[in-house]
């Protein structure tokens, strides 16, 4: 069975990578455009790894991430932040957030695949 991965991402040209890069890795994708609409999705369909955009409309990605890992039903699930803010401290607050994972945009694919394959585990899923 194909791991589910949610993308929570409003810029549809970075989702468009983000769904493509993914499917080339076998996984399944579900995608939220805010992150009202990811925690609601993160709820429902349990995926095995969340990838969150950091600067979302209205609630920010790190605020979402917060609400996951509050959550007894989301908690476990990796999150890594999506971010084009490489400014210094950002990965800490990534962190500090709850978040497993820290990537910068625009993304280094092979960075990106090495993090996916890590926290989806051996077989892809999770």
């Known amino acids: 069975m194909a791991p589910r991965v949610l993308v929570v991402e409003d810029n549809a040209v970075n989702l468009e990578l983000l769904i493509a890069l993914l ?6 994708v579900l995608v939220a455009e805010t992150a009202d609409a990811g925690l609601r ?6 995926p095995a790894l969340i990838l969150m955009d950091v600067q979302l409309p209205g609630m920010t990605g790190y ?5 996951l890992k ?10 890594v932040a999506l ?3 490489a400014m210094q401290g950002e990965e800490e607050r990534a ?3 709850g978040c497993a994972g820290y990537l910068t945009k625009p993304l280094d694919t092979r960075v990106f695949r090495e993090t996916v394959r890590k926290l989806l585990g ?4 999770g």
């Open 63 to 67: 605020e979402a991430t917060r609400h």
């Open 122 to 125: 051996p077989g892809g899923s």
């Open 70 to 79: 509050a959550d007894p039903a989301t908690a476990t699930i990796p999150i």
């Open 23 to 28: 499917q080339q890795e076998g996984c399944e």
């Open 83 to 85: 971010t084009a803010l």
């Open 41 to 46: 999705l993160a709820r429902t369909a349990q």
């Open 95 to 97: 962190k500090a957030a």
